[in-house]
């Protein structure tokens, strides 16, 4: 097992990077039964659970880091909090921002703080733990502000450049590694990776990606399975919270996700 991507040994994993797919589906299988339980017990609790959980597994993250990096980075109880966040702002208890000007405000900060890592990040930073915290609380602001409606990080993010690398994201992941790993691998393709292969290897990558995304499967899934999720109304407003099923409760949280 490897704690990082560009380790001797992870440079030969082709298809290293679905790793986070398994914590994933190991966070929706058992999240929706934190749900339950939380509901029977009662709704406001929801919140106090969850917190405590992201905090729980943050500080066991941190202290993980410096006992066993790989079982940090790829076990599901060190990484839960980084999912737990997203979660967090998906409760029906959290209330949008009250006006533009917050809204603006917060996701601004949260663009800021998001790009703080891209420089002060590198390959001495111990990772998870407390420095996964910040790209996460960043992402969440950028969510919880769009809450609200409109505002001018959200105009950005909603730009046709933008909304392409969105559109093709989930590919562009599927393929951006063994892009990567076969110009590293021995005796695939001798070419070293240094800075001036990034922009030929980015260059495939979102080519490849947009050619997968074209495909018949991408698209049957987006515009069936995705589109269908945004046009209908998931959890009617005018429903009263008590009256909600817990399975309901948890599929909004996870599509929100």
């Given at each position: ?36 339980l ?19 597994s ?22 839960a ?22 809204a ?9 703080a ?144």
């Amino acid at each position: 097992m490897v704690n990082d991507y560009f380790s001797p040994l992870a440079n030969s994993i082709t298809l290293l990077h679905l790793w986070s797919l398994g914590i994933e589906e190991q966070f929706y299988i058992l999240f929706p039964l934190l749900i339950m339980l939380c509901r029977r017990i009662r709704m406001r609790a929801t919140i106090l659970v969850i917190g405590t959980l992201c905090i729980l597994s943050l500080a066991a993250s941190q202290v993980m880091v410096g006992v066993n990096p790989s079982g940090a980075f790829y076990l599901l109880p060190f990484r839960a909090f980084e999912l737990l966040v997203g979660c967090l702002i998906a409760l029906p208890n959290v209330k949008p921002p009250r006006n533009v000007a917050v809204a603006t405000v917060t996701a601004s900060v949260g663009v800021g703080a998001l790009v703080v890592p891209l420089f002060a990040f590198d390959a001495e930073t111990s990772f998870p733990g407390l420095a996964a915290l910040l790209p996460c609380l960043s992402s969440a602001m950028i969510v919880w502000a769009g809450e609200y409606g409109t505002n001018a990080v959200s105009r950005f993010l909603a730009t046709g450049p933008v909304t392409y690398i969105g559109r093709i994201s989930y590919s562009l992941y599927l393929v951006h590694w063994p892009l990567i790993g076969c110009n590293i691998r021995p005796g695939v393709v001798e070419l070293p990776l240094h800075r001036a292969t990034v922009p030929i290897q980015a260059f495939s990558a979102i080519a490849t990606a947009d050619i997968q995304s074209r495909g018949i499967l991408d698209r049957f899934d987006y515009f069936l399975v995705w589109m269908d999720h945004r046009k209908r109304r998931i959890w009617p407003r005018s429903r009263p919270e008590g009256k909600q099923g817990p399975g309901l409760f948890s599929l909004r949280l996870q599509i929100s996700l």
